[in-house]
């Protein structure tokens, strides 16, 4: 994603992409393991989210790009 996507666009193309990701394989854990798709998939994409933002707010605090 990263390689196909505009230089000012990197980073929301780069979150966008991987709760995408994170949210298709949250539903196919729940298909396989027989658990409700709808709702494994918005805790996969739900926590997913939350991770990242922990990760740049800790990058802002420090003054890194993590």
């Avoid at 990701?21 to 729940?30: E, I, M, N, R, Y």
């Avoid at 926590?47 to 922990?54: D, S």
């Amino acid at each position: 994603m990263a390689a196909v996507s505009p230089t000012g666009l990197v980073v929301y193309s780069v979150s966008a992409a991987s709760l995408l990701f994170l949210a298709v394989l949250g539903a196919l854990g729940a298909k396989v393991g027989g658990a409700p798709i709808p709702k494994a998939t918005a805790r996969v994409a739900f926590w997913g989210t939350a991770a990242m933002a922990v990760t740049a707010g800790i990058g802002h605090l420090v003054g890194k790009a993590v």
